[in-house]
């Protein structure tokens, strides 16, 4: 195995340890968009249209991001607690590459919010579940938990140098789960923060996720008019391409970060 | 005066505790942010659903209200668990101060602040979401809003006395903090709930403040929300009674069994 797939896999295996060690942090990290998703069920209960789907697929969308926001600036800052940050940035492996791997953990474990949504939605809410397209919704599940993981590393490249990285994580939560439209239609949003959720890879991620569960959503989705089976396609595309940008800029913040963190030698104190 | 002495010490302490881990700017910034994002996800799901401004009314002040469990919540919970990561939870066992005006000292500037949070949310409320306060009764809408934070601090003392006991008080802060948002009638009314839940609605604070809140804003007096802050009242007492109860005996516990950052 190259060594840069050795290190990001042992990452992901010791996040996922440490997940199972003490899986009580599942909780905070998960527990915003379940509950958000509880009430838009509540709310949506007596209304008809879409909505169980915005809201199932907008609440483990939610999970994915919570998780993967939450740990990456918990991640940094637990190593900073535990004195061990030094140690992962002077072992001769990228710290790009060991958080990657456990970005890709926690975007993963942010899948277990899913579950718990899938479960209270189809018991306590009646909702159908149907998955018109499952190939498809698992290529776009892959995917999106790939772009979101790619997020969290230029979120854990800022939170390196910050002592208010926890503090950001908990601030950005919420605005990111209004902006990439997880639980309702980007259209309602003000025109300004469009393009805003257009660079979010996520966003497309969740149009592809919809539109291979329900065929239906093909008329409220990004590519009005085009084929389903075109639009998840396009969706995707659109999605890769951020993602790679993403791992791009993600690439020279780190270097940066790091470069930067041992010139000052403020890496634990910032 | 020793009592009362420890009382403000202990709340202003506890409270600048938390900047050593926040910034000023970062504090401030987090106080707009929070306020407004919440509100703005919950109103846009409202709007998805029916677009009628009387429920995007009803979103736009539960929300606002409930920014206060941010604070009197969140923060006074993690009380706890700060003193577990800084060390300080042996200093303060060690104290010989009296237990009372320390353990209820330490929510009370947290209920200014929650109060802060609660007047911004409703700017916002006003501002961009179009809540109408043209018939507001101020004074009760005060009256309700300081009612909220003191009655919620004491559920967040109930919660953090709870979580004493626990290593990662933090699990509890998430847990109920957002909770709220179910049981509390800050989105749809509690009516919604399923009935067998219903009963739990009124253990929180909340719950009340929030109805008090929606009726001083539609021009009831003080007179007419009196039994609500009167219930309140008496839930958030029995919280802290609750709460003190729950640390002295944890407090036994920890010391007898030795492991006082370890439980």
Redesign the interface.
Same mark, same amino acid.
Do not use: C, H
């Given at each position: 195995m190259p060594q840069m797939l050795r290190v990001v896999y042992s990452a992901f295996r010791m996040a996922m340890l440490h997940w199972i060690a003490d899986p009580?942090?599942v909780?905070?990290n998960i527990?915003?968009p379940f509950?958000?998703t /509880?009430?838009?069920l /509540?709310?949506?209960?007596n209304?008809t249209g879409p909505?169980g789907l915005?809201a199932v697929l907008g609440g483990g969308m939610m999970g994915m991001w919570g998780n993967t926001l939450y740990s990456s600036g918990f991640a940094i800052e637990f190593e900073k607690?535990q004195g061990t940050l030094e140690e992962v940035m002077a072992t001769p492996s990228k710290l790009l590459h060991v958080i990657a791997g456990r970005s890709v953990s926690n975007a993963l474990f942010g899948l277990t919010n899913m579950i718990a949504v899938l479960l209270i939605a189809g018991f306590g809410f009646r909702v159908p579940l149907g998955i018109a397209n499952l190939p498809m919704f698992s290529v776009a599940l892959v995917l999106t938990l790939l772009s979101v993981s790619a997020l969290g590393l230029i979120f854990a490249s800022a939170f390196v140098l910050s002592?208010?990285a926890?503090? =950001?994580t908990?601030?950005l939560e919420?605005?990111l789960?209004?902006i990439s439209g997880s639980?309702?239609?980007i259209a =309602? =949003?003000p025109f300004w923060i469009h393009p805003a959720a257009y660079i979010l890879g996520p966003t497309w991620g969740v149009d592809a996720i919809r539109l291979a569960t329900s065929q239906d959503y093909a008329t409220d989705s990004f590519w009005k008019g085009v084929n389903a089976n075109v639009a998840m396609v396009l969706d995707l595309a659109v999605m890769i391409v951020i993602t790679l940008i993403y791992a791009a800029v993600a690439v020279v913040l780190f270097k940066m970060v790091e470069k930067r963190a041992r010139t000052t030698g403020t890496l634990v104190e910032a | 005066m020793s009592r009362l002495r420890i009382f403000f010490s202990s709340a202003i302490f506890s409270y600048r505790a938390q900047f050593s881990? $926040?910034?000023p700017s970062?504090w401030l910034?987090?106080k707009l942010? $929070?306020s407004l994002?919440?509100m703005?996800?919950?109103v846009?799901?409202? $709007?998805?659903?029916?677009g009628n401004p009387a429920v995007i009314h009803y979103i736009a002040i539960g929300n606002a209200l409930q920014t206060v469990s941010w604070n009197v919540v969140f923060s006074v919970i993690n009380i706890t668990g700060h003193d577990k990561?800084d060390g300080t939870l042996p200093l303060v066992l060690a104290t010989p101060a009296s237990r009372l005006p320390l353990f209820f000292g330490r929510a009370m500037m947290h209920v200014f602040d929650g109060m802060l949070s609660v007047v911004i949310s409703f700017a916002f409320a006003a501002t961009l979401f179009g809540v109408n306060f043209g018939n507001a009764n101020m004074l009760a809408l005060a009256v309700t809003v300081f009612l909220t934070a003191f009655t919620m601090a004491g559920f967040g003392l109930l919660i953090g006395g709870l979580s004493f006991y626990f290593r990662?008080p933090?699990?509890f802060a998430?847990?109920f903090t957002?909770?709220l $948002?179910?049981f509390c009638g800050v989105?749809?009314p509690v009516q919604?709930?399923p009935q067998i839940v219903q009963p739990v609605s009124y253990a929180f604070p909340l719950t009340y403040g929030v109805a008090a809140a929606r009726m001083t804003i539609s021009g009831a007096t003080l007179f007419d929300i009196s039994i609500l802050l009167g219930q309140q009242l008496v839930v958030g007492l029995v919280s802290i009674l609750l709460g003190y109860f729950l640390f002295r005996t944890f407090e036994h516990v920890a010391r007898k069994t030795g492991r006082i950052e370890a439980v």
């Open positions: 009580q942090w909780i905070p527990i915003a509950i958000f /509880t009430v838009a /509540t709310l949506f209960k209304s909505f915005y607690w002592r208010s926890q503090t =950001l908990n601030g919420i605005p789960y209004i639980m309702f239609p =309602l =949003l | 881990w $926040l910034n970062m910034t987090m942010v $929070l994002s919440q703005a996800f919950f846009f799901v409202g $709007l998805f659903i029916s990561w990662e933090i699990v998430n847990i957002y909770i $948002l179910i989105n749809f919604d709930l």
